[in-house]
C-alpha cells in the first residue's frame, strides 16, 4: 500500500490547548480512517472519512479530509488527560477480489500536561 | 457481546520453542488481520485472511505462519522462537465486501523472548 506521512511524531501541550495532526500523501486516497491507541492500549477506530473536503466532528474532535483528498487532519479542541495516546491515520488500497488493506502512517504521539 | 479475543495477554518464552497466539472474533467478520508493533511505533501487516482457507502474507516478512480454518479463528504460529521476535502481536477484523468499514482490534499480546 501507500505510505501515508504523519506529522508532528511527538506533540507535548498543555492542558486546555488545542492539538493538531496531520496525514499527507504524494498520491489520491481514497479513504482515510483515523485511530486512538492508548499507553499499553490497542488501536481503537474514531472515524472513517471518504468525500473530498469532508468534515466530521465527535464532540471535541474534528476530522478533515482535503480537497484533493491528498490530505487529512485531526484537531482536538481544548485537551484533556484522557486525550493522551498515538492517533494514528490509515489509508486503504484495494487489493483484489473486492477487498481493502489498511497501511497505517507512523502516528502522532501526543501528551496532555496537567 | 461482539468482540474480538486475543490469547495470551503477555507471553515469556524461551529460545526455540513454538507458541501459537490465539485469536477469535465473534462478529461474523470474514476479514481478519495480525499486526506486530513495537512500542511506541506503527503497525505493520504480517498477515491476513479474507475468508475460510485464505491466508495472504503482509508488507512485513515474518517468519511466522497461520491459519483460517474457521470463519471466527485465526491463530499465529511461530515455529521457533528468537528473541527478534519480541513485539506486540494484534489481532484485527473487519466486514466483508462493500464499504469498508474500521477495524477492530483486540487487547495484543506481547510476546518476549528470552
Known amino acids: 500500500g501507500q505510505q501515508v506521512m504523519q506529522i508532528p511524531q511527538y506533540q507535548h501541550v498543555q492542558e486546555g490547548e488545542d492539538f493538531t495532526t496531520y496525514c499527507n500523501s504524494s498520491t489520491t486516497l481514497s479513504n482515510i480512517q483515523w485511530y486512538k491507541q492508548r499507553p499499553g492500549g490497542h488501536p481503537v477506530f474514531l472515524i472513517q472519512?471518504?468525500?473530498?473536503?469532508e468534515v466530521k466532528k465527535q464532540k471535541r474532535l474534528t476530522f478533515q479530509f482535503g480537497e484533493a483528498k491528498k490530505n487529512s487532519s485531526l484537531h482536538i479542541t481544548a485537551t484533556q488527560t484522557t486525550d493522551v495516546g498515538t492517533y494514528f491515520c490509515a489509508e486503504s488500497s484495494y487489493s483484489g477480489a473486492g477487498s481493502y488493506q489498511l497501511t497505517f502512517g507512523k502516528g502522532t504521539k501526543l501528551s496532555v500536561i496537567p | 457481546e461482539a468482540d474480538i479475543y486475543q490469547t495470551p495477554r503477555y507471553l515469556v518464552i524461551g529460545t526455540g520453542k513454538k507458541i501459537t497466539l490465539e485469536c477469535s472474533q465473534t462478529?461474523?467478520?470474514?476479514?481478519m488481520y495480525w499486526y506486530q508493533q513495537d512500542p511506541g511505533m506503527e503497525l505493520h501487516l504480517i498477515h491476513y485472511?479474507?475468508?475460510?482457507?485464505?491466508?495472504e502474507k503482509g508488507d512485513l516478512s515474518s517468519e511466522s505462519t497461520v491459519s483460517r480454518i474457521r470463519t471466527e479463528h485465526f491463530p499465529l504460529t511461530l515455529e521457533s522462537a528468537r528473541p527478534s521476535h519480541t513485539s506486540q502481536y494484534l489481532c484485527?477484523?473487519?466486514?466483508?465486501?462493500?464499504?469498508?468499514?474500521?477495524?477492530?482490534f483486540g487487547s495484543g499480546t506481547r510476546l518476549t523472548v528470552v
Open positions: 484485527a477484523s473487519s466486514e466483508t465486501l462493500g464499504a469498508l468499514s474500521g477495524y477492530t
Open positions: 485472511s479474507y475468508g475460510v482457507n485464505s491466508t
Open positions: 462478529m461474523g467478520h470474514d476479514k
Open positions: 472519512l471518504v468525500k473530498s473536503g
